[in-house]
């Protein structure tokens, strides 16, 4: 084998490194170089783990940002979705749903405010103990 054939070959082996399909989808899970990230790396290749694993499944997590969530709809209504969760709407005893954010003229609560884009987060764990589940 002569000089010019090995180091083809090393380039090569770099690119063939480079796009293995275990290391891509260890680089989405892992966010920095560490030794889990190498031992996923080792076991995927022996095919131990992400046998059926495609990479068009693992998407990244879109991040969540403050204009993200600002952004999101909930309900359908006049005000863009958004819900009070101190303002629950009764009927026959239960929850049937949440007034819109925000007061209208003239219009007074016994709370505070507590808006979220949807209902459904209205279930989620709070900080205080005015609104959502205590566990």
């Not at 084998?1 to 293995?20: A, P, W």
């Not at 709370?111 to 959502?132: H, I």
């Amino acid at each position: 084998m002569t000089r010019l054939e090995k180091i083809i070959n090393e380039v090569l082996q770099e690119e063939k490194e480079k796009s293995d399909r275990c290391l891509r989808i260890a680089d989405r899970k892992y966010d920095k170089p560490s030794a889990y990230k190498s031992g996923a790396v080792v076991k995927c290749r022996k095919g131990m783990i992400w046998k059926g694993l495609k990479e068009e499944v693992i998407q990244e997590k879109v991040k969540e940002t403050l204009r993200t969530w600002f952004k999101r709809k909930g309900t359908p209504g006049k005000k863009g979705g958004w819900v009070d969760c101190n303002s629950p709407i009764r009927k026959d005893g239960k929850v049937t749903g949440y007034k819109a954010c925000g007061r209208e003229e003239g219009e007074k609560r016994a709370k505070y405010p507590s808006c979220r884009p949807t209902p459904s987060k209205c279930k989620d764990p709070g900080k205080g103990k005015t609104w959502g589940k205590t566990k």
